[in-house]
């Protein structure tokens, strides 16, 4: 069993920055491709970044230039840097990654709980 714990989240003002952190755990035998999704009230779940494990990165349109993923394999955990956050970036943001489980032979995909992000003034 694999589990992504996410932290970070919280309320920030418009231009303001933050940092979500995501650290998976459990019987991880490799990790591919770690990456953040979020999900606005009334809008479907969304790309937002994804970083491969040889450090390959894409990002939305809506946030280049602006977040900054990265990740730190010995520690299985994913980063996402959000700065000039503005109200859009408002939504719950997810951790997804794919992974390789001891006992299995083909990657499979894991979530994490969410945590809110709220741009406001």
């Known amino acids: 069993q694999v589990q992504l714990v996410e932290s970070g989240g919280g309320l920030v003002q418009p231009g303001g920055s933050l940092r979500l952190s995501c650290a998976a755990s459990?019987?991880?035998?490799?990790?591919?491709?770690m990456g953040w999704y979020r999900q606005a009230p009334g809008k479907e779940r969304e790309l937002v970044a994804v970083?491969?494990?040889?450090?390959?990165?894409n990002y939305a349109d809506s946030v280049k230039g602006r977040f900054t993923i990265s990740r730190d394999n010995a520690k299985n955990t994913v980063y996402l840097h959000m700065n000039s956050l503005k109200p859009e970036d408002t939504a719950v943001y997810y951790c997804?990654?794919?992974?390789?489980?001891?006992?299995?032979?083909?990657?499979?995909?894991?979530w994490g709980q969410g945590t809110q992000v709220t741009v406001s003034s």
């Open positions: 997804n990654a794919a992974v390789y489980a001891i006992g299995t032979t083909a990657p499979q995909y894991y």
């Open positions: 459990g019987s991880i035998v490799s990790i591919i491709n």
């Open positions: 970083i491969t494990s040889g450090g390959i990165t």
